[in-house]
């Protein structure tokens, strides 16, 4: 279903936008701290350029507060509408959710907000 050339395929494994073949970050792991944010420059497959322009990924902070937003709603209606929690049980479960969810939202971000302007191109390795 989400095989390459489709964006969530792009998105949620941090891929070349234009190629899908390329890692956004050079770092595997969202939890290596020393090396969350480090991303190529550009793509090591096809030489999209990773940063188009200064200070690119500002608006990623958008689609972060996005992402945050819709996982709060998420572990919020899991917590006191499911799990039947009281509130600071649940404010507890939303803080540490967001907490350890925060390096890999980060990059999700990122990859989301860079897939939203460089389109796929099935002939970029071509
Ligand atoms: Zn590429």
Not at 12 to 17: G, N
Not at 29 to 54: L, R, T
Not at 81 to 96: E, Q, R
Request: aromatic letters at 16%; a positive charge.
């Amino acid at each position: 279903m989400f095989t390459k050339g489709s964006k969530v395929y792009g998105i949620t494994r941090m891929k070349c936008p234009r190629c899908h073949e390329g890692d956004l970050f050079e770092s595997k792991n969202a939890y290596d701290f020393k090396n969350m944010a480090k991303m190529h420059e550009e793509c090591p497959v096809c030489k999209q350029s990773f940063s188009p322009e200064p200070n690119f990924y500002y608006g990623a902070m958008y689609v972060s507060y996005a992402y945050s937003v819709a996982l709060f709603v998420a572990v919020y209606v899991i917590s006191a509408v499911f799990l039947d929690l009281g509130i600071w049980a649940t404010i507890s479960l939303l803080a540490g959710v967001l907490l350890v969810l925060s390096p890999y939202l980060f990059r999700l971000s990122r990859s989301t907000y860079i897939h939203i302007f460089v389109k796929y191109d099935k002939n970029a390795l071509g």
